[in-house]
């Protein structure tokens, strides 16, 4: 069974840059799509980036250009480098993986 667990949140300034991680467990991660969500205060869950078990990211058009999402599959890890940032993507970011989540992150981006 898959479990993830995500890491990596915290304070940044607008226009700063964070890097979060998810590390998965079990054996298939290799093969599987990966991706990253997020959820603000009073707001929906969404989308952030997506990567492929072949490395093809896709990305929100809300961060495109900013954020970079990447897999390490050897370390069964996958990243997300939020770079530029700005106070609307102060969120819990989510890790996911099929109908796997993992914990949560918060990102807060103030000064």
């Known amino acids: 069974q898959v479990q993830l667990v995500d890491s990596g949140g915290g304070l940044v300034q607008p226009g700063g840059s964070l890097r979060i991680s998810c590390a998965a467990s079990?054996?298939?991660?290799?093969?599987?799509?990966m991706g990253w969500y997020r959820q603000a205060p009073g707001k929906q869950r969404e989308l952030v980036a997506v990567?492929?078990?072949?490395?093809?990211?896709n990305y929100a058009d809300s961060v495109k250009g900013r954020f970079t999402i990447s897999r390490d599959n050897a370390k069964k890890t996958v990243y997300l480098q939020m770079n530029s940032l700005k106070p609307e993507d102060t969120a819990v970011y989510y890790c996911?993986?099929?109908?796997?989540w993992g914990q949560g992150n918060l990102v807060t981006v103030s000064s």
């Open positions: 996911n993986t099929s109908t796997v």
């Open positions: 079990g054996s298939i991660f290799s093969f599987s799509a």
């Open positions: 990567i492929s078990s072949g490395g093809v990211p």
